[in-house]
Structure formats: structure tokens, C-alpha cells
């Protein structure tokens, strides 16, 4: 009988503390959409924009696609064939032919060294450009 009265009492212990758990202790309220809140545990949606504070709609899931596979493929296929663009070049009547040579390069590029000028990061060997001095940094 001592056995039961204090495996009753653990079970009983266990009850209380499930129920206590489940208690909002502070009484609070989730916000709705568009309500107020700073992270997203705020929000009733569980999704809080933190650029607006305001609670957004819930993410929702998709659990099945709306087209089949073969429907898919077959418009996949439909745009496929669609694309019939050309690209024609057209100058004025006292140019040549167009070249096919579109960049012609005589040298590496340069990168300039620690204490040099330069206005972007870039221009740099180490890629850094201080932005008030206009030098190459370290």
C-alpha cells in the first residue's frame, strides 16, 4: 500500500507539472496580421517582418504540386520551341562589316600597389581603396 500511495503521488506530480507547462504564465496574447512585434514568437502566424515590425501572413507549405510531371514537361518543352529569337547587327550604310574581334586585350591588367591612388577596391592588388584618401590600403 506504501508502493501505491507514493506511485500515485509521482503520477500525480507528473499531471500537475504537465499542466503547469501548459500554462501561459504571463497572459500573453499573440498578435494578429499586421498587429505589432519584435520577433516572431509575437506573432499568431509565427512569422514576424522584422524590417516593418509587423506581423506577416503564416509561410505556408505546398503539399502537392498542381501540375503532373508530364504536364510539366510538356510545357517545359512548348518553351522550349518558343524561343525563336535572332539577334541581327545593323549599322549605317558607310560602316564595315561588323568585327568578330570584341575586345582586344595588348597587356594584363594593372593592379596598383600599398599607397597609390585608385577609387574603388578593384583597382587594388589587395583590393581595398580607402574611401576619403583614395589610396590603396592594407
Known amino acids: 500500500s ?9 503520477i500525480g506530480l507528473c499531471l500537475l507539472f504537465f499542466m503547469l507547462s501548459n500554462v501561459d504564465a504571463y497572459g500573453q496574447k499573440c498578435s494578429p496580421v499586421f498587429g505589432n512585434c519584435n520577433m516572431h514568437t509575437d506573432c499568431c502566424s509565427g512569422k514576424c517582418l ?6 506577416g501572413y503564416p509561410a505556408h507549405r505546398l503539399k502537392e504540386t498542381y501540375l503532373s510531371a508530364s504536364e510539366f514537361q510538356s510545357i517545359k518543352k512548348q518553351r522550349a520551341h518558343s524561343n525563336n529569337d535572332e539577334v ?3 549599322g549605317l550604310p558607310s560602316e564595315s562589316e561588323p568585327s568578330n ?3 582586344k ?24 581603396c580607402h574611401s576619403y584618401m583614395h589610396r590603396c590600403v592594407t
Do not use: Q, W
Open 2 to 10: 506504501e508502493k501505491m500511495s507514493s506511485i500515485s503521488t509521482i
Open 50 to 55: 522584422t524590417y516593418g515590425s509587423r506581423c
Open 88 to 90: 541581327k547587327v545593323i
Open 101 to 103: 574581334v570584341f575586345f
Open 105 to 128: 586585350i595588348d597587356s594584363a591588367a594593372k593592379c596598383h600597389n600599398v599607397g597609390e591612388p585608385c577609387s574603388r577596391g578593384e583597382e587594388c592588388c589587395n583590393l581595398r
